[in-house]
């Protein structure tokens, strides 16, 4: 793979170097969790994205080789629900041929991919993360608002597994009075069971739609020692600078992960971009508004313009919305999680 010019990159305002690109495929999704898209705001009257107006595969593979000439090594692809976008093997494929690029992994529900797995791996994904809230079935309808049931994502899970897809990643959002009782040891015995990383995540108020609080947020801190109490855990070190997950492994054996993006900021370090399912370029997941790079790209930009745009947008990124949450901003318009993934 090719290591990328060096003087081609630039740091942003506090130093830190573009790394991981999330490209959400699409704005849609068959779950209505009410953290992230509750139903009476995404309702069947809801105007999602028209199929014009989604950047193609060829889009984004070309945006792909642009931003990894800028130092991208690793590509999310998320949504919405990814496996809601057809033929996503394709977009793989075409991704795992960027030079320079590392690592392609996946978010999704779980609820399409025992079908897609297989396929998916043998187009190049590396690996993937499944979002899963309970495993209580009757828990996870209601935090889901679906009619898939918990044994389809189970089914999902133990597909990629078996496809060779690792390793599998179980993220799991807690919320106060949601899902913060018998289901956190539940999900992290699911992973120590199975071998899978469980990483517990800190309620957050992404977008201005799922009526956040801060009293629904349980702190990272009462999760570990809620762990900890159960199976001693120690401090892992990250894999990489800019990981976003807190590591513990389990003095047994195993690990578990906290993304305490409320109580723990890690603004500092975060490497990340997103690209929105149109081609809005997101330099933080609480972003109020995007760059629009579909109109560039539509509109006769060549690659060496389009890298210079983006390099400019990165170089004067501030970004550090966690280190700095108020009151006041919390209540500010972001844009929504389905639209750009988590």
């Given at each position: 793979?090719?290591?990328?010019?060096?003087?081609?990159?630039?740091?942003?305002?506090?130093?830190?170097?573009?790394r991981?690109?999330?490209?959400?495929?699409?704005?849609?999704?068959?779950?209505?969790?009410?953290?992230?898209?509750p139903?009476?705001?995404?309702?069947?009257?809801?105007?999602?994205?028209?199929r014009?107006?989604?950047?193609?595969?060829?889009?984004?593979t070309?945006?792909?080789?642009v931003?990894?000439r800028?130092?991208?090594?690793?590509?999310?692809?998320?949504?919405?629900?990814?496996?809601?976008?057809?033929?996503?093997d394709?977009?793989?494929?075409?991704?795992?041929?960027?030079?320079?690029?590392?690592?392609?992994?996946?978010?999704?529900?779980?609820?399409?991919?025992?079908?897609?797995?297989?396929g998916?791996?043998?187009?190049?994904?590396?690996?993937?993360?499944?979002?899963?809230?309970?495993?209580?079935?009757?828990?996870?309808?209601?935090?889901?608002?679906?009619?898939?049931?918990?044994?389809?994502?189970?089914?999902?899970i133990a597909?990629?597994?078996?496809?060779?897809?690792?390793?599998?990643?179980?993220?799991?959002?807690?919320?106060?009075?949601?899902?913060?009782?018998?289901?956190?040891?539940?999900?992290?015995?699911?992973?120590?069971?199975h071998?899978?990383?469980?990483?517990?995540?800190?309620?957050?108020?992404?977008?201005?739609?799922?009526?956040?609080?801060?009293?629904?947020?349980?702190?990272?801190?009462?999760?570990?020692?809620?762990?900890?109490?159960?199976?001693?855990?120690?401090?892992?070190?990250?894999?990489?600078?800019?990981?976003?997950?807190?590591?513990?492994?389990?003095?047994?054996?195993?690990?578990?992960?906290i993304?305490a993006?409320?109580?723990?900021?890690?603004?500092r370090?975060?490497?990340?971009?997103?690209?929105?399912?149109?081609?809005?370029?997101?330099?933080?997941?609480?972003?109020?508004?995007?760059h629009?790079?579909?109109?560039?790209?539509?509109?006769g930009?060549?690659?060496?313009?389009?890298?210079?745009?983006?390099?400019?947008?990165?170089?004067?990124?501030?970004?550090?919305?966690?280190?700095?949450?108020?009151?006041?901003?919390?209540?500010?318009?972001?844009?929504?999680?389905s639209?750009?993934?988590?």
């Amino acid at each position: 793979m090719r290591n990328g010019d060096a003087n081609s990159q630039v740091p942003d305002r506090f130093g830190r170097w573009l790394r991981d690109l999330r490209i959400s495929v699409t704005d849609r999704c068959n779950f209505r969790c009410r953290y992230c898209m509750p139903r009476e705001v995404f309702g069947a009257d809801h105007l999602f994205l028209d199929r014009s107006e989604l950047l193609t595969f060829e889009e984004i593979t070309r945006l792909a080789r642009v931003f990894a000439r800028q130092g991208v090594r690793k590509i999310r692809l998320t949504g919405g629900e990814p496996l809601l976008r057809r033929q996503l093997d394709q977009l793989v494929g075409m991704l795992a041929e960027v030079d320079g690029i590392d690592d392609i992994a996946l978010t999704t529900n779980g609820s399409l991919l025992a079908a897609q797995a297989r396929g998916l791996r043998d187009a190049g994904l590396s690996r993937v993360t499944v979002s899963l809230d309970s495993l209580d079935a009757e828990r996870f309808a209601r935090i889901s608002d679906t009619r898939v049931p918990l044994s389809q994502v189970l089914r999902g899970i133990a597909a990629a597994e078996e496809a060779g897809l690792a390793p599998i990643k179980v993220n799991t959002v807690v919320k106060r009075g949601m899902n913060d009782g018998s289901d956190v040891l539940d999900l992290a015995g699911f992973g120590r069971e199975h071998g899978y990383v469980v990483r517990f995540i800190e309620y957050m108020d992404v977008g201005t739609t799922n009526g956040w609080r801060m009293t629904d947020v349980v702190p990272a801190r009462e999760i570990v020692d809620r762990l900890h109490a159960a199976w001693p855990l120690e401090p892992a070190d990250p894999d990489y600078t800019g990981e976003v997950a807190r590591r513990y492994r389990y003095l047994d054996g195993g690990e578990v992960g906290i993304i305490a993006s409320v109580t723990e900021p890690f603004c500092r370090t975060c490497t990340r971009a997103r690209l929105s399912a149109q081609g809005e370029l997101f330099t933080c997941l609480f972003a109020s508004s995007g760059h629009d790079l579909r109109a560039l790209l539509r509109g006769g930009t060549d690659d060496a313009e389009l890298e210079s745009h983006i390099q400019a947008l990165w170089g004067r990124r501030t970004d550090r919305y966690s280190e700095l949450r108020t009151t006041e901003s919390t209540r500010a318009r972001k844009v929504e999680m389905s639209y750009i993934g988590g």
